[in-house]
């Protein structure tokens, strides 16, 4: 009797524990992970080098932080099984939505009270304070780009590292971006809220979505990237609708681990928005991926976005159904 | 003995299907979150996407009327590795379709299941899942 039910229930287990939606994470086809080099003996990092195509090492979900920049997840994972915990009968929050499969974690940024009244003005559509797609405000469903951090902070996923002697260039798959770090030695821009470069060629004071990027080598394995000169609040910080502002200062290091790995950490440092400065990112692990492989392009069409807000996103609300 | 252990792996196969964690631009906040419906119809559109791909079809409602359901899919990107393509879907074909209907009572979900005329069902059980649990 003891082997009836013995026998299918190792075989039902097995089926749980060998299926790959079990293990959960993504895999593009052609990338290696981590699971991929079990075994592997590490070859030392090269030094003062970042150039090649990254992946994030644990598989391509790693980096995508869909509830909310990875340090500061705007929901509370159960610490055994690694799954956002459920309630039942959640309560709403404030923006007069239950979120059943999201509770609010014990920990918060610091905000200030300009942080926080901004943040409730967001109504993003992953978090603990998620709303349907008919009532949401993010900027990134209107197409909108998403701009720096947002792009280490959400949907980070394979990026392309070009490095000259002048600057690094990284290329993201999400909505298809890139942007510059400047290594020359030149200064980041002294008054954040009138951006402009000291070079001689340098233009006008701009803010920019993207920012104003240095970099520099702290030793011969750690390089540390320190970016100013955004616009205000017309971009998030994550995809659960923390807020940034114009006087942000975000702080990256890419650690060279050895030849395979980089370790990517975000400090988000912004007096408007948050009483101290915060981790958002605590080294994400990123794995370097062959010369041929491919980055897949991700863009978003608004004329697509309008499509699918016709048709699904903007039939989504509980009241009146209007698109957004 | 065999009827027991092909039972279970039944439930454990399904347990695997509809435990497929989905990764979309949204969350859960629009869905009737543990419901399941399956309705067959016939391909109207297959839109190809990013941040979403969806599929409208029709299929008789309880009243011989037609109704025109909508399941939204992740991005093009993303379901790639699941057996998807631009091509997967014809307009005029009959699929049979299992998803998460949204809370407000119209005919939209987001799709967790589809068998296709040939009888191939997707996203392929073998396939690396395209998801992450975030």
Not at chain 1, 67 to 91: H, I
Not at chain 1, 263 to 271: A, F, M
Not at chain 2, 35 to 53: A, D, I, L
Not at chain 2, 60 to 72: K, L
Request: proline share 9%; aromatic share 8%.
């Amino acid at each position: 009797m003891t082997k009836r039910f013995l026998v299918p229930a190792v075989a039902l287990v097995g089926v749980l524990v060998c299926s790959p939606v079990a293990h959960a994470q993504a895999r593009l086809p052609g990338a290696r992970y981590d699971a991929d080099a079990k075994g592997e003996k590490p070859r030392p990092a090269p030094r003062r080098d970042l150039s090649g195509t990254w992946e994030p090492a644990s598989g391509a979900g790693g980096g995508i932080q869909g509830k909310g920049a990875q340090a500061m997840d705007s929901c509370r994972k159960d610490p055994r099984t690694g799954r956002y915990a459920v309630q039942e009968n959640p309560p709403l929050t404030d923006t007069g939505y239950a979120t059943v499969d999201c509770l609010k974690p014990e920990i918060e940024p610091p905000y200030t009270p300009l942080g926080l009244q901004t943040m409730r003005a967001h109504k993003p559509v992953e978090g603990y304070r998620m709303v349907p797609d008919a009532v949401n405000n993010d900027p990134i469903l209107a197409c909108d780009p998403g701009g720096f951090p947002r792009v280490l902070l959400h949907n980070f996923r394979t990026s392309e590292i070009l490095q000259t002697p002048a600057h690094m260039v990284v290329l993201y798959k999400f909505q298809k971006r890139w942007r510059t770090i400047w290594t020359d030695g030149r200064e980041l821009p002294k008054d954040p809220q009138l951006p402009a470069w000291t070079t001689p060629d340098g233009l006008p004071p701009e803010p920019r979505w993207w920012g104003y990027s240095v970099g520099r080598w702290a030793d011969d394995y750690t390089f540390v990237a320190r970016t100013n000169g955004f616009h205000d609040d017309r971009t998030w910080l994550d995809n659960a609708g923390l807020p940034q502002s114009d006087a942000m200062e975000v702080e990256e290091t890419y650690h060279r681990v050895d030849a395979e790995h980089v370790e990517l950490s975000v400090k988000i440092t912004d007096p408007k928005m948050y009483t101290r400065p915060w981790v958002a990112l605590d080294r994400l692990s990123l794995r370097l991926q062959s010369p041929s492989f491919d980055i897949q392009e991700m863009e978003c069409s608004p004329s697509d976005q309008k499509h699918y807000y016709e048709f699904f996103g903007g039939l989504t609300g509980t009241d009146t159904g209007g698109a957004r | 003995m065999r009827n027991r252990l092909a039972w279970t792996l039944g439930v454990g196969l399904g347990l695997v299907i509809v435990s497929v964690p989905v990764l979309a631009h949204h969350g859960a906040a629009q869905f009737d979150v543990g419901k399941r419906v399956t309705v067959t119809g016939t391909v109207t559109e297959w839109f190809w996407s990013n941040p979403h791909c969806f599929l409208r079809f029709d299929a008789a409602g309880e009243n011989g009327q037609v109704v025109h359901w909508v399941a939204e899919l992740q991005s093009g990107p993303n379901i790639l590795p699941l057996g998807y393509s631009r091509q997967t879907f014809k307009v005029g074909s009959q699929v049979t379709v299992t998803l998460e209907p949204v809370k407000n009572g119209r005919p939209l979900g987001r799709l967790l299941r589809v068998v296709l005329p040939d009888g191939t069902a997707l996203p392929l059980a073998a396939s690396p899942a395209a998801n992450n649990p975030q």
